[in-house]
């Protein structure tokens, strides 16, 4: 079947973003009807579309060859068409975008990533304390204490007093593509870290001193991709506290001379996991992550 229009390349601008900011392709064709005749701008414009003179939506850029860093992924975000004088020729701009960019560390081949970024906030939580002086410290292990911690028990009405245990909030916030990997499929192997504590050195962090209290996925409206969110908890004393041994009678043990009997470490039992295979091998996006920058 002829075609019924015919397309110019006028202009192609070629822009690179960075990890705030899309990179985008920007192209201006002129199209016109192979007859000369008048265009009907309206009723025509989808049959441009048809005979490929304009994309599809999120339709992928075409390309060839090698070397063509992240313009293999960008995806057609919309075109605007004007009517030119005498009505026999359009105007179409046409924008390409994505949120992929090039690893500036690429050597042998290019290698493209999507962003990611790690945010830290002090905080603190309030604990009850029994002993001061305490001889066996917060486990840095996956077990509760067996025994007691020993040191000296303060006196009171309740035998105990506040203190502030210092933590640090973190946020591991990294955007997917949905056309890689769909959301649900991302939400039901990552979610399953909510609750859990890492039982391997995660971002600096300690073995056991950091749960993920949360994983969110949010879509960013107009476009392929979303962001996954990682809601991490450090606590200095591992998520620990001091917790009293109960007597039968359901109050605290105490001894003959009125003080608590015994005192151990105690914290929630969590599944034990390695949160660094949240990245799934992938150590460009882990160093990107975690470390703020390409390393």
Request: charged content about 15%; glycine content about 8%.
């Amino acid at each position: 079947m002829p075609a019924t229009y015919i397309a110019d390349l006028q202009s192609l601008t070629y822009s690179q973003g960075n990890l705030a900011n899309e990179s985008t392709i920007s192209q201006s064709l002129i199209i016109r009807r192979t007859d000369d005749a008048v265009i009907n701008l309206i009723n025509e414009a989808e049959a441009m579309v048809t005979e490929g003179h304009l994309p599809i939506q999120d339709e992928l850029y075409a390309v060839s060859g090698s070397g063509y860093s992240w313009a293999q992924f960008a995806r057609a975000k919309g075109y605007n068409l004007a009517l030119l004088e005498g009505a026999t020729a359009v105007r179409a701009d046409i924008r390409w975008a994505t949120r992929y960019i090039v690893n500036p560390n690429s050597s042998a081949s290019i290698l493209t990533a999507l962003p990611a970024f790690t945010s830290y906030v002090t905080t603190s939580r309030t604990m009850q304390l029994f002993r001061t002086a305490w001889t066996t410290n917060p486990p840095t292990t996956a077990s509760n204490s067996s025994a007691d911690i020993g040191g000296t028990s303060l006196t009171g009405a309740d035998g105990s007093q506040s203190m502030q245990v210092g933590q640090v909030r973190v946020r591991l916030i990294a955007m997917q593509d949905a056309s890689v990997v769909t959301m649900d499929n991302a939400a039901s192997s990552l979610t399953s870290y909510g609750g859990a504590i890492n039982n391997a050195t995660f971002g600096g962090f300690p073995a056991y001193s950091l749960i993920c209290e949360g994983v969110s996925l949010e879509k960013e409206q107009g476009s392929e991709f979303y962001n996954i969110t990682f809601e991490f908890l450090f606590d200095r004393f591992y998520h620990f506290s001091q917790v009293a041994t109960i007597d039968s009678d359901g109050r605290p043990k105490m001894t003959s001379g009125g003080a608590l009997s015994e005192v151990k470490w105690q914290r929630l039992p969590r599944t034990a996991t390695d949160f660094n295979n949240i990245f799934s091998g992938d150590l460009e996006l882990k160093a990107l992550a975690l470390g703020g920058w390409w390393l």
